[in-house]
T-cell receptor, first 117, second 112 residues
Framework: GAVVSQHPSRVICKSGTSVKIECRSL??????MFWYRQFPKQSLMLMAT?????????EQGVEKDKFLINHASLTLSTLTVTSAHPEDSSFYIC?????????????FGPGTRLTVL | KQEVTQIPAALSVPEGENLVLNCSFT??????LQWFRQDPGKGLTSLLL?????REQTSGRLNASLDKSSGRSTLYIAASQPGDSATYLC???????????FGAGTTVTVRA
């Protein structure tokens, strides 16, 4: 299957700082990327959908000014958590789909563990 | 809104036993359904994708069935191994959309 990478895999930051997480599709063009958040022992919660070259669509209850998403190319989307606070600590996972993926199959990155002190 | 339920929530079996994981969804108008595996602290690995027109899909020891009209899918894992221990998630996909809906998952433990 197609490969999606995320960087960094883990990040620890101080409260009030901003953190950027990258999501890359390595061997296909991702016209659409998704960002999820997962709390311990819970399922994935979709935060936003991003299409290449356009603004992200955020799910209800997700602050778009806090979670900035940029999908500048067909292989890269970034999630920036601005002015992070301890309650933003979570596991963030991206997925990608698009050209060359069959039947809209989505491929997921390995996730980024964010800890805000 | 699509609601996905996975039963059981957790399952513990001795090595070699066959596993049956159930997934039900409320809106039968789906394009396909994916089964994923998630290891602790890791991302999701796609196991099988079954199209809405298919009844089943197989990959090695894994077999997924789909009864779209009744909103059910079942993942069978034959001859389980300790390495199969993980959380398994099902996710139906609507037509003309990429937005997956996830169940809470079934956490499987295979005892050696």
């Amino acid at each position: 299957g197609a490969v999606v990478s995320q960087h960094p895999s883990r990040v620890i930051c101080k409260s009030g700082t901003s953190v950027k997480i990258e999501c890359r599709s390595l061997d296909f063009q991702a016209t659409t990327m998704f960002w999820y958040r997962q709390f311990p022992k819970q399922s994935l919660m979709l935060m936003a959908t991003s299409n290449e070259g356009s603004k992200a669509t955020y799910e209800q209850g997700v602050e778009k000014d806090k979670f900035l998403i940029n999908h500048a190319s067909l292989t890269l989307s970034t999630l920036t958590v601005t002015s992070a606070h301890p309650e933003d600590s979570s596991f963030y996972i991206c997925s990608a789909a698009g050209r060359q993926t069959i039947y809209n199959e989505q491929f997921f990155g390995p996730g980024t563990r964010l800890t805000v002190l | 809104k699509q609601e996905v339920t996975q039963i059981p929530a957790a399952l513990s079996v001795p090595e070699g036993e066959n596993l049956v994981l159930n997934c039900s969804f409320t809106d039968s108008a789906i394009y396909n359904l994916q089964w994923f595996r998630q290891d602790p602290g890791k991302g999701l690995t796609s196991l099988l994708l079954i199209q809405s027109s298919q009844r089943e899909q197989t990959s090695g020891r894994l077999n997924a069935s789909l009864d779209k009209s009744s909103g059910r899918s079942t993942l069978y894992i034959a001859a389980s191994q300790p390495g199969d221990s993980a959380t398994y998630l099902c996710a139906p996909l609507p037509p003309n959309d990429y937005k997956l809906s996830f169940g809470a998952g079934t956490t499987v433990t295979v005892r050696a």
